[in-house]
């Protein structure tokens, strides 16, 4: 077997023990396998292993790599900021969009021939530049004009932990602007928070998605 074949078998055998110790059941939880920058043999790779669920954040790296792999029954994430004349495009291919944060995207996938799923992305960090929505206002506007559309579901919210904050805090910041959008949007009622770092934690705070990646690929090839 291989080092990514076994990484994903551990990290698969301990979500298991963590979702017991949470009282959680692990049919409640998608684990997403993030693959950016490596090559789409690494997917198959995972794909024989059992992984369905699979995460990319450049367009421009996922599409060809999503082209080389469409004989194998896959889902994919889209993790990455997501520019809004890129949204169609990306839309093609990934069916679970993390990264809603703006108006423009909304629009733009707002005319798909399709339906897709999405996350409001939420910026925990101080700066604005960094992407998803501030507050607890902006993701209610945001969630709003998503359920406008008749192209998305709205399926909750996603984070990513800032480095500099303990995650516990950040997860609890998430879950409490998880009850706000379920009082307005009853369905959007998924997490999507825990990466390699983290996971553990997240799944004891409500994530339903964890976007893995390092801890089953190993190094990225490039950094990113
Ligand atoms: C790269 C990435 C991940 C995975 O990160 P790891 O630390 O390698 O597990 C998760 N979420 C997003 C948004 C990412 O860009």
Redo the contacts with the bound molecule.
């Keep these: 077997m291989s080092g990514v074949a076994e990484r994903w078998q551990s990290i698969t055998a301990e979500l298991s023990a963590e979702c017991a110790r949470a009282s959680r059941s692990v049919d409640d939880i998608t684990l997403v396998v993030?693959t950016?920058f490596h090559p789409a043999s690494v997917v198959t790779e995972l794909f024989t292993a059992g992984a369905r669920h699979f995460?990319e954040?450049r367009h421009q790296d996922a599409a060809p790599k999503v082209a080389e792999l469409t004989e194998l029954d896959l889902t994919w994430h889209f993790?990455?900021q997501i520019q809004s004349n890129k949204a169609r495009a990306i839309a093609q291919y990934a069916s679970v969009l993390?990264?809603l944060d703006r108006d423009s995207v909304v629009d733009a996938l707002a005319k798909l021939e399709h339906r897709v799923s999405g996350f409001i992305e939420l910026n925990l960090t101080d700066d604005p530049g960094r992407g998803g929505v501030d507050d607890a206002d902006a993701m209610l506007k945001l969630a709003d004009r998503i359920a406008s559309t008749d192209t998305i579901d709205l399926l909750g919210v996603?984070a990513?932990a800032p480095q500099n904050v303990d995650p516990e805090e950040a997860f609890e910041r998430v879950a409490t602007m998880s009850q706000i959008l379920l009082q307005a949007h009853p369905n959007a009622a998924s997490i999507s928070t825990g990466?390699?770092?983290d996971?553990q934690q997240a799944i004891r705070h409500g994530a339903t998605h964890l976007?893995?990646?390092?801890?089953?690929?190993g190094k990225?090839p490039s950094s990113g």
């Excluded at 976007?211 to 690929?217: A, E, N, W």
Aim: proline share 0%; hydrophobic share 40%.
């Design positions: 993030v950016k995460g954040s993790v990455g993390h990264s996603m990513v990466m390699s770092a996971w976007r893995i990646g390092t801890s089953i690929t990225r």
